[in-house]
């Protein structure tokens, strides 16, 4: 029998923290029930992706997610974290979020009935020490738009710092005639895989739930 009580959510076994200020990943986690903390890492990524740059996508959505862990990780011994990262690939080549409306349209306007690709990584350190990581990726095929549908739905949703120009767990979704692959990984990160392996880790289960 219920004793009235509101659960709220699930207490990991050990702390967790987000390293990342991407809102959408901190919204899967909410969404999740996972409690945590969210410290976003000072890694210079732009450096770090010249770096990196000959590297496969798969490989390099992984080092930039790792590099945010591992500098978070390194500060906060005791704390589970996890880093992600996500990169738009159109033609091969690393599609970055366009910063303006003007960028966001003339991205559109070249993704518009083609198929592009959502490579998204996650990694979970401690004690600045890596546990786990893993990428995906996802295939994208977008309905071949109107100029004017373009700069509607610009203007509607304004998605100047989302990879791809769109956001897809809103009305973004509409942009699309298919996809081939996981929802969570479109936002940013696989999130499925992500809540298995802290499962795995004795981080998290359904018994951990409670309401502070």
């Not at 901190?26 to 969404?31: G, R």
């Not at 979020?97 to 690709?117: D, R, W």
């Not at 791809?164 to 936002?187: M, P, Q």
Request: charged share 25%; with cysteine; proline share 4%.
């Amino acid at each position: 029998m219920s004793d009235g009580s509101v659960l709220s959510g699930i207490n990991p076994a050990t702390p967790i923290i987000l390293a990342s200020g991407s809102e959408s990943r901190k919204i899967m986690l909410e969404d999740a029930g996972i409690k945590f903390k969210t410290i976003t890492s000072e890694v210079d990524e732009d450096a770090l992706k010249i770096k990196i740059s000959s590297m496969p996508f798969d490989k390099q959505v992984i080092e930039l997610a790792k590099a945010k862990a591992e500098v978070v990780s390194s500060n906060n011994p005791g704390n589970i974290v996890i880093g992600g990262d996500q990169m738009c690939i159109f033609e091969n080549k690393v599609f970055d979020k366009p910063g303006s409306t003007e960028k966001a349209i003339s991205n559109l306007k070249l993704l518009s009935g083609t198929t592009h690709f959502q490579h998204s990584g996650v990694c979970i350190f401690k004690d600045g020490m890596p546990l786990w990581e893993y990428s995906e990726v996802v295939e994208m095929n977008m309905h071949d738009l109107s100029e004017e549908e373009i700069i509607n739905y610009v203007k509607l949703e304004n998605p100047i710092h989302a990879a791809g120009a769109y956001k897809f767990e809103s009305v973004g979704c509409n942009l699309f005639s298919s996809v081939d692959g996981s929802s969570y990984t479109i936002r940013g990160m696989p999130l499925l895989p992500l809540l298995n392996e802290l499962r795995n880790l004795k981080i998290i289960d359904l018994n951990r739930i409670s309401n502070n």
